[in-house]
Every structure is written in structure tokens, then in C-alpha cells.
């Protein structure tokens, strides 16, 4: 399944069966959170068979049942935090989807997590981990015109990478951000709303795996 194909089949998933997740899927997952780690600088963690974190008012509020397994993404207090939590988090939940496993996204709705922070660390994310009772369901999206804007024609690549965009999973699905074609060269700008900036990793990484083009 190439990368594209894995982001259409990825949804949001909030009740797990509680089977275990085998050890091969184990260590790829655990080998990704050491090379995201060494390329981020940040201090990401993984869970297996800890089912505390979940076991919470605010995880039963909201409506997680059966998530034993998550990955913490934890790093350096600082203003890139938020972004690179999203960025590698997305590669990370895209490869748990590869492997047959489903994840969900959690900001708040979670009890303690396992992780240990260093002094000066925050934890920024929970992903929940494991396998879904259900595959999800699509999220619904905005116009991509609403979305990006082009100073020329759009290239063919750069309409690739906006359809991996629109696949990508952002808080309360805002979609509250544009990316920008001008000169050969592509940014994205976050809207105001809450985890905008960690929205915004997400959607470089869609676009970036699927474009291959580098997004400042």
C-alpha cells in the first residue's frame, strides 16, 4: 500500500478490542520513535499493555474504551514543540496504520500518562494505539481552493500533496490552515484555534510524503 492509499484508509478510532499488539509490530514502532527521536531531537516515548493512562473520567468522557497501548510525544518546552509533536507523531500514526493498527489523536480526554519528562520537557500529545473495534469513519473537508492559494497554475505535484492534505487528521477537523504556492517554493501559514500549530505538522508531513517537496 503506498503512502497515499494508508492515509485514505487511516480514520480516527476511540474503542479498542484489547488484542495484544504482536512483537514484530512492536519493534518497528519502537525503532521509528528512536529515529524520529534522533532526527527531531525530541524525547518521544511508547507505551505497550498500559491501560492506566485511559482508565479516567476524562477518557470515559471522551467515549475511549480498551486503549491499553500509546505514544507519548513529549520534547523540549519551546515554540517548535507543538509543531514537530505533529509532524513526527502523523509519521508515526501512519505507520501504525501501514502495520494493520489503528490510532486516534488525543489532547485533553486522557488520565496520566506513563511518560517521564526531563526537566524543561512538556508531553505535547497522546496517540492512542492498538486495534480498532471499528476502522473509523472519513472526516469531512473543506473546499481545497479554501485551502491553499497559487501565485500560478497549480503543478501537478503540488495538487498531490493537497490530496494528501485533505486526508489529514486536525483538531475538531478546523482545518484551519493554507499553504502557499509562490515561486516554486511552498509554505503553510496555521489559522488561529486551538492546536493550530501542532495541526500544521500534521498536514507538512501529508504533504511532504506525498509531494515530495519540502514545505518551509
Not at 519502537?30 to 516515548?45: D, F, P, R, Y
Request: include cysteine; charged fraction near 25%.
Amino acid at each position: 500500500m503506498d503512502i497515499l492509499e494508508t492515509m485514505k484508509a487511516r480514520h480516527s478510532v476511540r474503542q479498542y478490542t484489547g488484542k495484544k499488539i504482536e512483537g514484530n509490530k512492536r519493534e518497528t514502532l519502537a525503532a521509528l520513535v528512536n529515529e524520529c527521536n534522533k532526527e527531531s531531537g525530541m524525547h518521544i516515548q511508547i507505551f505497550f499493555d498500559e491501560p492506566k493512562c485511559f482508565d479516567s473520567m476524562m477518557a470515559h468522557y471522551g467515549k475511549f474504551s480498551g486503549v491499553e497501548n500509546y505514544i507519548a510525544l513529549v520534547g523540549e518546552k519551546d515554540a517548535g514543540l507543538d509543531e514537530k509533536a505533529g509532524y513526527y507523531g502523523e509519521k508515526l500514526v501512519l505507520k501504525a496504520q501501514e502495520l494493520g493498527l489503528n490510532t486516534c489523536w488525543v489532547a485533553m480526554t486522557h488520565g496520566k500518562s506513563a511518560a517521564r519528562l526531563k526537566k524543561g520537557e512538556k508531553q505535547a500529545c497522546i496517540i492512542a494505539l492498538g486495534y480498532g473495534v471499528t476502522q473509523g469513519t472519513a472526516h469531512p473537508n473543506k473546499p481545497v481552493g479554501q485551502l491553499c492559494r497559487c501565485t500560478s497554475d497549480m503543478p501537478d505535484w503540488f495538487s498531490k500533496g493537497m490530496e494528501a492534505v485533505l486526508l489529514a487528521p486536525t483538531a475538531m477537523n478546523q482545518q484551519k490552515f493554507c499553504f502557499i504556492l509562490e515561486n516554486g517554493n511552498v509554505s503553510v501559514k496555521a489559522g488561529k484555534g486551538f492546536y493550530t500549530k501542532m495541526d500544521m505538522g500534521i498536514v507538512k508531513y501529508h504533504f511532504e510524503a506525498v509531494s515530495g517537496h519540502k514545505v518551509e
